[in-house]
């Protein structure tokens, strides 16, 4: 198939999320043309079956705003023609939908036929699809879509409350490169950050305040008062700055470390021993799946889609949003043997491999072969 797929090239799960399905896509032999304003930052190998297409956008005087939309619809319509696209996959509903079925109509004004997948990732339905500016197009876009798919049973149902959506919606979770998410032998960057033998917990995200990134503070204050550990915080954004005032104000600085972005963070994952991620909403869990296939357990809240992940009592535990009590006394019933913590590592990547990449990359080829196949079926 040649498939086309936009997404936002950033550090964001939806973004990765299509990265690496266009890349598994093309090792299976598809032709893959990513189409986005700048290049995917996962996208970093070269492909005989990969191409990218950079939207370019001229400045005007005329507009305050530049007109992405426009462009990306434009450069749709230009790949699809030239490249001869079978089927166009969209991630995330904002503004990525409303642009394909432009590009659609323009495409059926010369007789082609493009059949458009939609992808909802959570925060488009959640957060920034409910507000009542967006919520019409959202809505028309979706249901203008040959297929639809959520990455969770959870996000599913929110889009079911919050839309008044007609489509049938198809629940493909979100997947693991298990090659690349492994764990690595960097015993000796482990014996640099934790030179006693500390247990090390892990958090990664974009530092929003849906994130709950302060829970995770609270919850290691709570676990280094019972157990030797270390804290590694990967990633950044707006709470960065709130988050190091907490740790001066709990005198944790000098067992907390602030790594920032990291392209290989499969390496840090690797020597860790907890992942906690006490999020308020989470469409999926991608960061936790992340950290399980690198054997790393996972201490929870029990938003969105984090319970179809991650199994309480096996791979982990949940705990209701905000109560860091209940989190670190689960984070000690892990820590607190060498015995325990070796038996949830061990459950954390049996579960991951469930959402290994050759598991799930299928079930997106039998979907975009079922929706093709409908576009060409002459309607009743």
Do not use: W
């Amino acid at each position: 198939m040649r498939i086309g797929i936009v997404c936002y090239p950033t550090f964001g799960g939806s973004g990765v999320v299509a990265t690496e399905l266009g890349k598994a896509l093309a090792e299976r032999g598809h032709r893959i043309h990513f189409i986005t304003y700048s290049q995917p930052v996962r996208l970093d190998f070269f492909s005989e079956n990969i191409s990218y297409h950079e939207v370019t956008i001229a400045k005007y005087p005329l507009f305050d705003y530049i007109p992405y939309e426009t462009a990306l619809a434009s450069k749709l319509v230009d790949v699809a023609r030239f490249e001869g696209l079978d089927v166009l996959h969209v991630h995330y509903a904002i503004p990525h939908a409303s642009v394909a079925y432009m590009a659609k109509q323009i495409l059926a004004a010369h007789g082609i036929v493009l059949p458009i997948v939609t992808t909802l990732h959570g925060t488009d339905i959640t957060l920034v699809g409910k507000d009542s500016s967006y919520e019409p197009v959202v809505t028309f876009a979706i249901n203008q879509s040959d297929g639809v798919t959520a990455v969770s049973d959870s996000l599913k149902r929110d889009t079911y409350a919050n839309f008044k959506i007609d489509k049938e919606i198809e629940v493909i979770p979100n997947f693991i490169d298990l090659e690349r998410f492994s764990k690595k032998a960097k015993d000796h960057f482990r014996k640099a950050v934790a030179p006693n033998g500390e247990r090390l917990v892990v958090h990664t995200s974009n530092f929003r305040k849906v994130k709950r990134v302060q829970d995770v503070v609270h919850v290691f204050s709570k676990i280094r008062k019972e157990i030797p550990s270390k804290l590694l915080l990967i990633g950044d954004g707006p709470e960065r700055h709130n988050i190091e005032q907490l740790c001066r104000e709990l005198n944790l600085c000098d067992d907390v470390r602030f790594l920032g972005k990291q392209d290989m963070i499969e390496e840090i994952l690797s020597i860790c021993d907890l992942f906690v991620m006490p999020s308020e909403t989470e469409s999926f869990g991608l960061a936790a799946l992340e950290a399980m296939a690198c054997q790393v357990p996972v201490i929870s809240s029990n938003a969105g889609g984090i319970p179809e992940l991650n199994i309480n009592g096996v791979t982990g535990f949940m705990s209701n949003v905000g109560d860091v009590d209940d989190m670190a006394k689960n984070a000690m019933t892990i820590l607190r043997t060498d015995e325990s913590l070796k038996k949830f590592k061990s459950q954390a990547l049996s579960r991951a491999k469930e959402f290994d990449t050759h598991v799930i990359t299928p079930l997106y080829e039998q979907y975009y072969a079922k929706v093709i196949e409908a576009s060409l079926t002459p309607a009743k």
